[in-house]
């Protein structure tokens, strides 16, 4: 199976920064990889699939990048709705796998 | 637009068996193009995928829960539902169900999630 590696696992930033989060699978999954965004109390939302293909309604400001193993999801200028956790999840193979998440703290 | 909503009893007995049904509204779960699945969510914790099925049965489990686990769909009522055998407390977390594009293996969108607690 596919293993999701996710650093850091937090992340203290300001509103208007710029917030990079890395994910890094076990083996190649070419650009199968999807990026989600969960509030506490609330279910993941889909931001980004297929690494950089970002989801209708999701704010222009998130962005996705990487193939292989190495991906990277951007915010370029961090809004207060952003302070969340963020999971990775391999969508190369079953079992599709997440990464243990990175959460976004006010600094 | 499409909906999902997870049902069951909150509180199941360790070596029981649990089990949950997702309703779909807005849309159909027959429709050629998804999948359902199942995933949750220990308290404080990550993800993880517990299995999907196609609206004519057809299922992918997760090996490591394969051994316990039963998903079957009922087209009729526009559900889907999960059967998680001989549970302990390891099983205590938010299940949510979602839709589960095939081609891409996402989840989109996803119900609200129900906490089920294993506990004598």
């Known amino acids: 199976d596919i293993q999701m590696t996710q650093s850091p696992s937090s992340v203290s930033a300001s509103v208007g920064d710029r917030v990079t989060i890395t994910c890094r699978a076990s083996?190649?999954?070419?650009?199968?990889l999807a990026w989600y965004q969960q509030k506490p109390g609330k279910a993941p939302k889909l931001l980004i699939y297929?690494?950089?293909s970002l989801q209708s309604g999701v704010p222009s400001r998130f962005s996705g990048s990487g193939s292989g193993t190495d991906f990277t999801l951007t915010i370029s200028s961090l809004q207060p709705e952003d302070f969340a956790t963020y999971y990775c999840?391999?969508?190369?193979?079953?079992?599709?796998?997440f990464g243990g998440g990175t959460k976004v703290e006010i600094k | 637009q499409l909906q999902l909503q997870e049902s069951g009893p909150g509180l199941v007995k360790p070596s029981e068996t649990l089990s949950l049904t997702c309703t779909v509204s807005?849309?159909?779960?027959?429709?050629?193009?998804?999948?359902w699945g199942w995933i949750r969510q220990p308290p404080g914790k990550g993800l993880e995928w517990i299995g999907s099925?196609?609206?004519?049965?057809?299922?992918y489990y997760n090996p490591s829960l394969k051994s316990r686990v039963t998903i079957s769909v009922d087209t009729s009522k526009n559900q889907f539902s999960l059967k998680l055998s001989s549970v302990t407390a390891a099983d205590t977390a938010v299940y949510y169900c979602?839709?589960?594009?095939?081609?891409?293996?996402?989840?989109?969108?996803w119900g609200q999630g129900t906490l089920v607690t294993v506990s004598s």
């Open positions: 807005g849309g159909s779960i027959s429709s050629s193009s998804y999948y």
């Open positions: 979602a839709r589960f594009r095939l081609e891409l293996l996402v989840f989109d969108p």
């Open positions: 099925i196609y609206y004519s049965g057809s299922t």
């Open positions: 083996q190649g999954i070419s650009s199968w």
């Open positions: 999840q391999q969508a190369n193979s079953f079992p599709p796998a």
């Open positions: 297929a690494a950089s």
